[in-house]
């Protein structure tokens, strides 16, 4: 089925190939935002430009107008006509596109036109834009406006004058079209400046990131150091970023270390059953031997190895308890009580107590719920009990007592064996720890009794503590949080 | 050739005493733990000392210290669990002859147990020379002029214990102690009887006798007639 494959691959590849990029979409954002304020502050400033322009054109255009009707006078002999002096008319300023006019008697004759066929005709004060030829003109009719040459001797009330008059609007809309471009490449050129200073400010702001990005990438089974830079650290964005991590790491190199550790042990632990196995089956193959020599060599060999098993059930169960408190112990879990988990160890170990004459006796003050795994409950007493009854001498005692006041319950195991020296306590829950090899290995145990109560306890968020009684002996604390139960049971022992 | 095995596994030591016992002819003796171990170390005259580093009681390492600082020269080799350099250097720098680690081959224990036992005596090769004798002991066969001689197991071991040393004069005593475990005084007759025995199996044919006797001192081999010999 190796077609398979190739198919499943494009199919990933897609996700991989649209990585955001945070400062890519920073500057995008940037540049964006200042775009549109140029474009914004380019229309206004066109705009504003524009009516200033046209302001004072239109009132250059009301000037000529009428400057232009103060050119009509009065003929020098009567009948006194009005006349236009085209001599006076100051030049235009564009000959290409000259201006027009049209000076008029008002209600009578035309005295004076420049004013070309096709550029419609001005209708009102306000000037207007028409185009002629392709250019804009701009044009208005001023009217009733007074003749300035006096004559004494008129008949009838003074004419008043009609003037039109156009001009091209080219140096307007060259002066409008110049402050655009003047106005865009100020914009464009302060958008790249901004643009490049935005990309670098970025670039800086965000160096502290690659670069505990960087130190994230050193870290490894080999190597834990974490060293964030102090830049990163002082950055309020990036302090938590970096607590975060670092109690990660913390959290996964403890539980590293332990796994190693466990791992260590475990294998140096399992040398020497394997060595047993190893050269019992070597010296039965050393020479031919008869059926019955193989015979009781595959015995113990399965003996042994049925030893390496218990061994290994027991480092994986430590192992199962110990992930098990660190992923926090549920609370939906039953309330089991201390006296009856007690009482039920004590049963299961009836047998070995009575095979090494063991008096054992359960007193219970005041019994109590916890809220935990009847079976590891159980395992705990059934451990603390066994060990108390392994090394005891026989006819001697070993005491259960519950207790409970508070929110606490207490369970102690006391023995009267020969104990431990007081430097040696402190150890005696260690894993793998063996107080005296021989006693233990005689009987059957790996040094992860202990150690497997201590886990259970405290994944219970218990405590568990070992002192020496007077005169010999040991005595097992062990404290849970739990609730009392009201009434006083007396059980037997 | 006697050994000590100090092992608190006590399958483990049947084990290898068996193997000793049965490719080597080797007389052994077994310690349970290191208190044990130290005193029969101290005691006895062994010819190798298998020591096991986790005892009960007192630890091997300790044992091993304690023999070396009263001067016991005997070679020991170490059974351990671990095999990091640091643990195998500090072994090797207190005393220890060799090491191996656990789980170990038990051919591989075997040659080291000899190979410490040949060097303890100063021979370099499992193969010994007196003469024209020649003794094999990986194979444990012996030669004479070729010829092959065939032994009893005890004959055998009283004659590889005297070649491991030629020319010196070996005490019934020191012969006792060497081939027996330690209830060795029940058997104190009958070395007489396996050297006898060797007198008739190498020397009867050649005019060259190896096996001589200094009476009141004990034994020795070699082609020279030693000094004050009673033949």
């Known amino acids: 089925m190796p077609e398979i494959q190739p198919e499943v691959q494009p199919a990933a590849r897609p996700r991989r190939a649209r990585t955001m990029s945070l400062s890519r979409q920073l500057i995008a954002g940037v540049l964006l935002t200042e775009l549109l304020l140029a474009s914004a502050l380019l229309v206004v400033l066109v705009l504003y430009t524009q009516r200033l322009l046209l302001s004072a054109f239109d009132s250059m255009l009301q000037e000529r107008a009428m400057a232009t009707a103060a050119l009509v006078r009065y003929s020098e002999k009567k009948p006194f006509q009005l006349v236009f002096d085209a001599t006076l008319q100051p ?32 209708t009102s004060r306000t000037p207007t834009v028409s185009t002629w030829h392709g250019v804009h003109y701009r044009s208005l009719r001023l009217t009733q406006l007074p003749v300035l040459d006096t004559e004494e001797n008129l008949p009838g009330p003074a004419p008043k004058l009609t003037v039109s008059y156009a001009s091209p609007m080219l140096s307007i809309e060259q002066r409008v079209l110049d ?12 958008l790249a ?26 870290i490894s089974a080999l190597n834990w150091e974490f060293r964030p830079p102090p830049a990163a650290r002082d950055t309020a964005e990036l302090a938590p970023l970096i607590a975060a991590l670092e109690s990660m790491l913390s959290r996964l190199h403890q539980s590293f270390l332990r796994q190693r550790e466990f791992l260590g042990n475990a294998a140096h632990e399992l040398k020497t059953p394997v060595a ?44 199962r308890i110990e992930q098990a408190a660190e992923s926090g112990a549920a609370s939906r879990l039953p309330e089991v009580s201390l006296a009856a988990g007690c009482a039920a160890a004590l049963e299961r170990l009836q047998e070995l107590a009575q095979a090494r004459q063991i008096e054992t006796k359960l007193v219970v003050k005041q019994d109590a719920l916890v809220r935990a795994e009847g079976d590891d409950l159980e395992l705990i007493w059934t451990n603390l009990i ?34 431990i020296a007081a430097a040696d306590l402190p150890r005696i829950f260690d894993r793998f720890y063996r107080g005296d090899p021989s006693r233990n290995r005689g009987t059957g145990g790996f040094g992860l009794g202990l150690a497997i109560v201590k886990s259970l306890v405290e994944a219970y968020r218990g405590k568990i503590r070992v002192e020496s009684r007077r005169p010999a002996g040991l005595r097992f604390i062990v404290e849970l949080p ?6 006083i049971v007396a059980a037997p022992a | ?30 310690a349970n733990d290191g208190e044990a171990g130290l005193e029969m170390a101290q005691q006895n005259p062994y010819d190798l000392i298998v020591l096991d580093l986790m005892l009960p009681k007192l630890e091997g390492g300790e044992v091993l210290r304690q023999l070396r600082s009263e001067k016991v020269a005997t070679p020991v080799l170490i059974l351990t669990a671990r095999e990091d350099k640091a643990s195998v250097v500090a072994l090797l720098n207190s005393g220890a002859d060799d090491y191996v680690a656990k789980p170990f081959d038990l051919g591989e224990f075997l040659a080291r147990v000899k190979a410490l036992i040949r060097r303890g005596k100063g021979q370099a090769t499992p193969l010994l020379t007196v003469a024209d004798l020649e003794i094999n002991t990986l194979e444990r066969r012996v030669q004479r002029r070729g010829v092959e001689v065939v032994l009893t197991p005890m004959e055998y071991r009283v004659l590889e214990y005297l070649a491991h040393r030629p020319r010196v004069v070996v005490s019934k005593s020191e012969l006792l102690e060497h081939l027996y475990d ?34 009141g001192h004990g034994y020795s081999l070699s082609a020279e007639p030693a000094a004050g010999e009673q033949v």
Request: without cysteine; aromatic residues 6%; proline residues 6%.
């Open chain 1, 91 to 122: 030049p235009s300023p564009n000959r290409l596109h000259p201006d027009f006019y049209r000076v008029q008697e008002t209600g009578g004759p035309v005295i004076a036109a420049d004013w070309p066929a096709g550029l419609p005709p001005a």
């Open chain 1, 179 to 190: 402050a655009a471009i003047f106005a865009g490449a100020a914009g464009l050129l302060l």
């Open chain 1, 193 to 218: 400046a901004t643009g490049l200073l935005t990309i670098w400010g970025i670039r800086r702001g965000l160096a502290p990131l690659r670069r505990l990005a960087g130190q994230a990438a050193e």
């Open chain 1, 276 to 319: 047993i196995m190893k050269s019992t089956l070597q010296s039965l193959l050393q020479r031919p031997r008869d059926n019955q020599a193989y015979r009781l060599g595959l015995e113990q060999s399965l003996e042994d190895l049925e030893r390496l098993q218990l061994l290994l059930d027991r480092m994986l169960r430590l192992e």
């Open chain 1, 386 to 419: 066994e060990n108390a009854v392994k090394y005891s001498p026989s006819g001697s005692r070993v005491e259960i007592r519950v207790e409970a006041a508070g929110g606490e319950a207490r369970i102690s195991v006391e023995d009267e064996g020969p104990g």
């Open chain 1, 482 to 487: 739990a609730h009392a139960l009201p009434e």
């Open chain 2, 1 to 30: 050739m006697r050994v000590l095995i100090v092992e608190d596994e006590p399958r483990l030591a049947e084990n290898l005493a068996r193997s000793l016992r049965e490719t080597a002819s080797y007389a052994v003796d077994i």
């Open chain 2, 182 to 215: 330690y209830n060795w005084e029940k058997f104190s007759n009958v070395i007489e009887v396996y050297i006898s025995g060797l007198r008739r199996k190498l020397d009867n044919d050649h005019p060259v006798k190896l096996i001589h006797t200094l009476r």
